[in-house]
């Protein structure tokens, strides 16, 4: 990968006393170790000098919360306190009081719009005015002081792994509703043979009444039920009516002596 001169030194590999860039200066510069190229970018928040002294930038200064004193950062500062990462009352600086809503005391933005309730410090005073510590929490943004920006590339993969997750649920709904409609179709498959076994024993119940009834019905006439008791061979086979001019049971052909009426419930 080609390399850049280093825009913290302009090329020059190292810093004076005063912290301004010098080929014979007494601290090497931190964004490129003293060689005078690199390939990240300067810092935004301390212009590639690592650190702080007061309000300015200084080699021998307070690190810089944004690139941790390496002076280089490949992120982008925070937009709401400059990639100071806290807050002196309203205004951003390293030493501040308040830590940043919107990018947490990183000093770095991640992926986050400020909130417009809250200005991103997600909380305001008894007023109404967003305040950095302020007494009521934001609850347009839940005291997060941001909110996910819609475009991010960083985003892709979570939103790929998310349609992994959604293409497997859709997978388990669909054999859950697969298996559901085996279950229903066992349960019809199984109502239609208990259909099935009850109209088979309707038929054969059918069968055995009309059995029954061949039973019961006069040998001679067929039409009456049986209810004569012929004597001495004890056979019941005619009505009353139909016994009357017998002299020879209709079974067995017995001489009748006598006859017993008899009732069939």
């Known amino acids: 990968m080609k390399q850049k001169r280093c825009g913290a030194c302009r090329g020059f ?4 006393t005063t912290s301004v860039p010098s080929r ?9 170790d003293g060689s005078g190229h690199h390939l990240l970018s300067p810092c935004g ?3 590639g000098l690592g650190g702080f ?9 307070d690190p810089c919360p944004l690139c941790g004193g390496a002076g280089a950062s490949s992120k982008t500062p925070c937009p709401l306190c400059e990639g100071l ?17 919107l990018c947490e005391g990183t000093g770095a933005r991640k992926r986050k719009r400020a909130c417009e309730n809250c200005g991103g410090f997600g909380a305001i005073d008894h007023e109404g005015v967003p305040k950095p510590g302020g007494f009521m929490r934001c609850r347009a943004c839940a005291g997060s002081g941001g909110f996910p920006e819609e475009e991010d590339e960083e985003e892709v993969p979570v939103r790929k792994r998310t349609a992994r997750e959604l293409r497997d649920e859709l997978e388990s709904e669909r054999a859950r509703h697969r298996a559901d409609d085996l279950r229903h179709q066992r349960q019809r498959r199984a109502q239609c043979v208990t259909i099935d076994a009850l109209r088979a024993d309707r038929d054969r119940l059918a069968e055995a009444l009309e059995r029954a009834r061949d039973v019961l019905l006069c040998a001679i006439c ?3 039920d049986k209810s004569t008791l012929l004597l001495p061979c004890s056979h019941l086979a005619t009505c009353d009516t139909c016994a009357l001019p017998l002299v020879a049971c209709p079974i067995c052909s017995t001489a009748v002596t006598g006859k017993k009426r008899v009732h069939i419930p």
């Open 85 to 101: 990462a806290r807050f002196s009352a309203l205004r951003p600086h390293p030493s501040g009081k308040y830590r940043c809503a």
């Open 13 to 16: 590999g190292a810093f004076s």
């Open 24 to 32: 014979k200066g007494c601290f090497p510069c931190k964004v490129c």
């Open 45 to 47: 928040v301390c212009g």
């Open 53 to 61: 002294e007061g309000e300015n930038p200084c080699v021998d200064g």
């Open 222 to 224: 067929l039409e009456n």
